[in-house]
């Protein structure tokens, strides 16, 4: 799920920020050791260009760390069940996605887990990767529900 940065009048060239990224992810993805590797290595070198109206630094900064963290964590974590999904809570933040819609989401996301149905598994988990959320005053923090969203795609992903 792409992160949404804020663009503010000095920030980080924003395609060099979407190019990285999207290699952080892609080798996330991989199951590849060597490509997070590189990815690792690459996110820690990235040195982004200051722009007008580019992508707020410090959120790209705490982005590019948690992917850093995830490369060296190895492979992804387990995927989440139904009961996991069933207990998340996120922090509110001053910016942050619309609550209610991401408690539909999840709900949908909890529903066709529990239904043990593999074609309402699929719609559900090609649902996530095509949502975005509206951002709004005191939302759910955006960082906890994109892993949530990614958990609960992963575990859609699963044979039941």
Do not use: C, N, W
């Not at 952080?24 to 260009?49: H, N, V």
């Amino acid at each position: 799920m792409k992160p949404d940065f804020t663009v503010v009048l000095r920030g980080y060239d924003r395609a060099e920020v979407d190019e990285a990224i999207a290699r952080a992810e892609q080798a996330i993805d991989s199951g590849s050791e060597f490509a997070r590797a590189a990815a690792r290595d690459a996110l820690a070198a990235a040195r982004f260009t200051v722009v007008l109206r580019g992508y707020d630094r410090v959120q790209v900064d705490q982005h590019v760390g948690r992917l850093q963290q995830i490369l060296d964590a190895g492979p992804g974590p387990e995927p989440a069940r139904p009961a996991d999904l069933a207990d998340t809570s996120f922090a509110v933040a001053l910016r942050g996605y619309d609550r209610g819609q991401v408690d539909r989401v999840l709900a949908q996301a909890r529903h066709a887990l529990d239904s043990g149905d593999g074609s309402a598994r699929a719609a559900a988990r090609d649902a996530l990767a095509g949502t975005s959320f509206t951002v709004v005053l005191r939302g759910y923090d955006r960082a906890e529900v994109d892993q949530a969203i990614d958990r609960a795609r992963r575990a859609l992903s699963q044979p039941s």
